[in-house]
T-cell receptor
Framework: GDSVTQMEGPVTLSEEAFLTINCTYTATGYPSLFWYVQYPGEGLQLLLKATKADDKGSNKGFEATYRKETTSFHLEKGSVQVSDSAVYFCALSDPGSSASKIIFGSGTRLSIRP | DAGVIQSPRHEVTEMGQEVTLRCKPISGHNSLFWYRQTMMRGLELLIYFNNNVPIDDSGMPEDRFSAKMPNASFSTLKIQPSEPRDSAVYFC????????????FGQGTRLTVV
């Protein structure tokens, strides 16, 4: 079945460092891919998405490119801030299915030091 | 739209009591998901509905858990009897299945069973 694997955390970086959080997926169809972020005490919220191969999603300085050849959707940011400290989830869904579920990775906790 | 609305935000109950969590999805969405989040197990999908019909309840931990969706605008997750190990944050999410849209999450219900 479909699945998502993302790098384990926690990840601790200094402010202004470069960030990469790896995500790979397994899917039988042509899924849409998402990154969600969860700030302390809150629910998950969409950070960015890509719906087809080679699409790049971007938001708040974060980027991720849908790579079908490597089945990856790695999250990157050139210069992180303390306010980026949160848990990040990679996810996929198959929009072509009438009743498919959204599958999440295990989450990666990111902590940014001032 | 006010987004996905969950109630209560916090619930503290004694072991053995019945607990009911409520969710109002975003109007027009046709799929609804219940998740449980703990430090140990991360984000777990418990059950999801499509057009008010339960599609997959394989994530429901045991018979003490039940979920209903009597109409498109309301769902409940019930635990009877509750146990301390059920303590977690429970999230509800909704989406428009079959389209390239993401899931929208509620703020969650923090359940503590003492």
């Amino acid at each position: 079945g479909d699945s998502v694997t993302q790098m384990e955390g926690p990840v601790t970086l200094s402010e202004e460092a470069f960030l990469t959080i790896n995500c790979t997926y397994t899917a039988t169809g042509y899924p849409s891919l998402f990154w969600y972020v969860q700030y302390p005490g809150e629910g998950l919220q969409l950070l960015l998405k890509a719906t087809k191969a080679d699409d790049k999603g971007s938001n708040k300085g974060f980027e991720a490119t849908y790579r079908k050849e490597t089945t990856s959707f790695h999250l990157e940011k050139g210069s992180v801030q303390v306010s980026d400290s949160a848990v990040y989830f990679c996810a996929l869904s198959d929009p072509g299915s009438s009743a498919s579920k959204i599958i999440f990775g295990s989450g990666t906790r990111l902590s940014i030091r001032p | 739209d006010a987004g996905v609305i969950q109630s209560p935000r916090h619930e503290v109950t004694e072991m053995g009591q019945e607990v009911t969590l409520r969710c109002k999805p975003i109007s027009g969405h046709n799929s609804l998901f219940w998740y449980r989040q703990t430090m140990m197990r991360g984000l777990e999908l418990l059950i999801y509905f499509n057009n008010n019909v339960p599609i997959d309840d394989s994530g429901m931990p045991e018979d003490r858990f039940s979920a209903k969706m009597p109409n498109a605008s309301f769902s409940t997750l019930k635990i009877q009897p509750s146990e301390p190990r059920d303590s977690a944050v429970y999230f509800c999410a909704s989406t428009l299945q079959g389209h390239y849209t993401e899931a929208f999450f509620g703020q969650g219900t923090r359940l503590t069973v003492v």
